[in-house]
């Protein structure tokens, strides 16, 4: 028996693109991939709305890429039984609305249901992943749903198609030109770099370290990603398709685009800075070098969850490229004095070679396991 057929998914935003970028993501996969019902609860659509254009951000109900997107309300909302899924997942902890929590339980079947929580590479994940945790009132269960690294956790998100169309664009000079000329950018014999972090990176220091490069340097920034250094380098506002030149580097400001065009941003470039959750397991997937912005969490969490995920990522390469890496994503996050961004840089420019090659070993290396929309499905079937 098919199980689920309906399923909802719950989403607070809370870092803009990260958490509505994985509820989406995943949401599309449930419709597309295994034919669910799904409806994705969110409390911000506008964010939402900067994935997928067709949005309309001011509707309480919706139907985009063969997902119902709805507003969730606020908590004294009232629901019925019938206004429920048989499978629920709250993602990263947000807690449903308690009416609703109320109506799971009154239902005949009572639904499935998990917590994604958030990525980590730390060691402790594995010994919680699907665990139980009883309500204390009512005849439910929650289970806590690790993504992950190993094939003791819940693996990554990733389409069934995403490597065919990866490796279709790496593979075709003419397509890469021609997604770059799509966005405005005009290519050279260039190191070409994408840039997304959070408003605290030390943008500027690396803008400089680009600046002084021996070799010609493109810097491609997303609209709105550090407004503040991208604006003093260019002279001007960071709009859409600004663009200028210093020393080694050109930098040009491009439009936000969808996950889909984001994902080819990505495969296209040799070099990806990016933050938070998404764009992290993205950039695992385009098998290309990346550094990693971490959200900073209280109490410097951030850091032991950085610590762990750079001792997996860089075991297998060799000792002075897996130094290079560290020291260069210790420097961009502010941990520890691993010393300037210009020496950093220039370190890590000369292994990029080596470490583009791990990066794809890696991403194979992660593909054998189970996606995360997969490994939900089965365990949502064990437990259903």
């Not at 139907?63 to 019938?82: L, M, Y």
């Not at 992943?129 to 806590?144: C, E, N, Q, T, V």
């Not at 021996?214 to 997303?222: G, I, N, T």
């Not at 897996?322 to 890590?348: V, Y």
Request: charged residues 20%.
């Amino acid at each position: 028996m098919h199980f689920p057929d309906k399923l909802h998914i719950f989403c607070r935003v809370i870092d803009n693109f990260g958490d509505a970028g994985v509820c989406w993501r995943l949401a599309r996969q449930f419709a597309h991939e295994h034919h669910v019902e799904v409806t994705l609860w969110i409390d911000e659509l506008a964010s939402l709305k900067r994935m997928c254009a067709e949005l309309d951000a001011s509707a309480s109900k919706q139907t985009a890429r063969g997902v119902v997107v709805r507003r969730w309300p606020s908590d004294d909302t009232p629901f019925a039984s019938a206004d429920t899924a048989d499978a629920v997942i709250e993602a990263f902890a947000c807690e449903l609305p308690s009416a609703y929590v109320q109506a799971m339980a009154q239902r005949a079947k009572v639904p499935a249901w998990l917590n994604l929580e958030y990525l980590s590479a730390e060691e402790w994940v594995e010994g919680c992943h699907a665990l139980p945790s009883p309500h204390p009132s009512l005849p439910l269960s929650k289970y806590f749903f690790f993504p992950g690294f190993t094939e003791r956790t819940g693996g990554l998100l990733r389409e069934r198609d995403l490597f065919a169309q990866r490796d279709a664009l790496q593979a075709d000079p003419n397509a890469r030109t021609a997604f770059f000329t799509r966005l405005g950018v005009q290519l050279s014999s260039t190191t070409v770099v994408s840039l997304f972090c959070y408003p605290y990176a030390p943008v500027e220091a690396l803008l400089e370290a680009l600046q002084a490069d021996e070799k010609p340097v493109l810097c491609l920034v997303p609209e709105g990603v550090a407004t503040y250094a991208v604006s003093a380098f260019l002279q001007q506002p960071a709009k859409a398709g600004a663009t200028a030149s210093r020393g080694a580097l050109t930098l040009q400001v491009l439009p936000f685009v969808d996950q889909d065009d984001y994902d080819r941003l990505l495969w296209a470039c040799d070099l990806n800075f990016i933050r938070g959750e998404d764009s992290f397991v993205r950039a695992q997937w385009a098998a290309r070098p990346f550094i990693w912005h971490i959200y900073a969490q209280d109490e410097n969490a951030h850091v032991t969850k950085l610590d762990a995920f750079l001792g997996r990522y860089t075991e297998s390469m060799p000792p002075a490229d897996a130094l290079t890496a560290t020291r260069f994503h210790l420097a961009w996050n502010g941990i520890r004095d691993t010393g300037p961004i210009a020496s950093q840089w220039r370190e890590l420019r000369a292994a990029l070679p080596d470490i583009t090659q791990h990066a794809q070993q890696w991403a194979l290396q992660l593909s054998r396991q189970d996606d995360l929309a997969t490994a939900l499905m089965r365990f949502l079937q064990k437990i259903g």
